[in-house]
């Protein structure tokens, strides 16, 4: 019942800027995103619980920033300095603990995803 909708994705140069909203119907303690290229497993790529604690992807650290709007049930990835590597499919995902695990086997709920290409 949980409905999670993502926005924001798009095609970038190398070395632009986007930002990735995801709004949510319901809150729980951990929101993260994920993404998930061709022919590569689904990894994450930013964590953050209720309370504001956050945890990067090294591949993304320093260039990634996520944030919330607990208020609005609604999720922010700003992501600076892009690279062709960061091309992938971006999805919200929700896990109803108290902390994010690491792997996307253990969320909940799933957004359906937005594009983000990165040309060089």
């Known amino acids: 019942q949980v409905q999670l909708v993502e926005s924001g994705g798009g095609s970038v140069q190398a070395e632009g800027s986007l930002r990735l909203s995801c709004v949510a119907s319901?809150?729980?303690?951990?929101m993260a995103w994920f993404r998930q290229a061709p022919g590569k497993e689904r990894e994450g790529v930013a964590y953050?619980?209720?309370?504001?604690?956050?945890r990067y992807a090294d591949s993304v650290k320093g260039r990634f920033t996520i944030s919330q709007d607990n208020a609005k049930n609604t999720m922010y990835l700003q992501m600076s300095s892009l690279k062709p590597e960061d091309t992938a499919m971006y999805y919200c995902?929700?896990?109803?603990?108290?902390?994010?695990?690491?792997?996307?086997?253990?969320?909940?709920?799933w957004g359906q995803g937005t594009q983000v290409t990165v040309s060089s």
């Open positions: 995902a929700l896990f109803r603990n108290s902390w994010c695990p690491d792997g996307p086997s253990a969320y909940n709920y």
């Open positions: 319901a809150y729980s303690w951990c």
């Open positions: 953050i619980t209720r309370g504001g604690t956050t």
